[in-house]
């Protein structure tokens, strides 16, 4: 089969197609034909040596979206799939043709998806659900600030939280995105580049629920949110540090709950595809590449001029 590996550390270059050995499906998986992948901030830090991995040669790629191949273990061939883990499966990632997956780990796609949308979704809506729902514990008529709307996690968590009858507020470095953000649903959006996040949010009351993606603004995450607020710290798009003042954290009674490496459950995830099939919500793509171009992908994330997500296709 085809993949994209890299063996040594280092730029974009170092992504190379590979023909490999097909896998093997254990009892309890299911062999798919991987259709569409994603490219994720963490395929970056892997490929340049910021991450941990397993051996070199090493495929990147959290997300696949494909076709089963075989009838195994409750899903007929043919059938299309999901999996948001693709990482930890035999064959992995991604950005693999080929993986066998435990059965477990699959969300069925619904008619009215395709494998663009399943994917683009994937791992970035299945955080986004966690942070909101699961950890979070959004009710609607509450007030939520989402960092970096423009991200994959971000663009998805705004219409999210509208769904669920929440009020929403983004943050965006331009005009253009601060656009894009408002037609995704988002009530309020602030351009961080002209305004401070805090005093606009803490002069309106503040924020029940803070949705923390970039890490290094977490003070401000703090001024901003209301007294007995949450803050939900899922990313560190701006670093891993950030200094805050203990003395506000503790007299507002703030709650920050690391996200950790944050999925909801395969059936939240058939709930969200299902609602992408109701043309309630949809994800945000910005390029649709082939696997052959993974060296460009990356390019094009770490540029920071992307919004939403990068798919890469196997023809």
């Not at 409750?74 to 693709?86: D, I, P, S, W, Y």
């Not at 924020?207 to 977490?218: A, F, G, M, P, R």
Request: aromatic share 4%; net charge neutral.
């Amino acid at each position: 089969m085809k993949a994209v590996q890299f063996s040594r550390f280092g730029g974009p270059e170092v992504l190379q197609v590979q023909e490999v050995a097909d896998p093997s499906p254990a009892s309890n998986e299911v062999l798919i034909e991987v259709k569409a992948t994603t490219v994720n901030h963490l395929d970056l830090f892997q490929r340049s040596g910021r991450r941990p991995i397993g051996n070199l040669p090493f495929t990147p790629g959290l997300e696949a979206a494909g076709v089963v191949l075989q009838d195994s273990n409750g899903f007929r061939a043919g059938e299309r799939v999901l999996t948001t883990r693709a990482s930890q499966v035999r064959g992995g990632g991604g950005y693999a043709s080929k993986l066998a997956v435990p059965a477990t780990d699959l969300a069925r796609i619904p008619d009215g998806v395709s494998f663009e949308q399943a994917v683009a979704a994937g791992l970035a809506a299945s955080t986004a659900w966690g942070s909101l729902f699961d950890l979070g514990h959004l009710q609607a008529g509450e007030r939520v600030l989402i960092w970096a709307g423009s991200s994959g996690v971000g663009s998805i968590a705004i219409q999210l939280a509208k769904h669920a009858g929440a009020w929403v507020v983004s943050t965006a470095s331009s005009d253009e995105r601060v656009h894009t953000l408002q037609q995704l649903g988002a009530d309020e959006v602030i351009n961080y580049r002209q305004q401070s996040v805090s005093k606009v949010l803490q002069a309106s009351g503040g924020v029940q629920l803070v949705i923390e993606l970039v890490s290094s603004t977490l003070q401000e995450s703090i001024d901003a949110a209301a007294a007995d607020g949450r803050i939900i710290l899922i990313g560190n798009l701006g670093g891993k540090e950030a200094t805050v003042d203990t003395q506000s954290w503790r007299l507002k009674r703030v709650s920050v709950i690391g996200g950790g490496q944050l999925r909801t459950s395969v059936a939240n995830e058939e709930k969200i595809l299902q609602l992408i099939a109701e043309k309630a919500i949809h994800p945000l793509i910005a390029r649709i590449l082939p696997i052959e171009q993974a060296g460009e992908a990356h390019r094009l994330l770490e540029s920071g001029e992307i919004q939403g997500k990068i798919v890469l296709i196997f023809a």
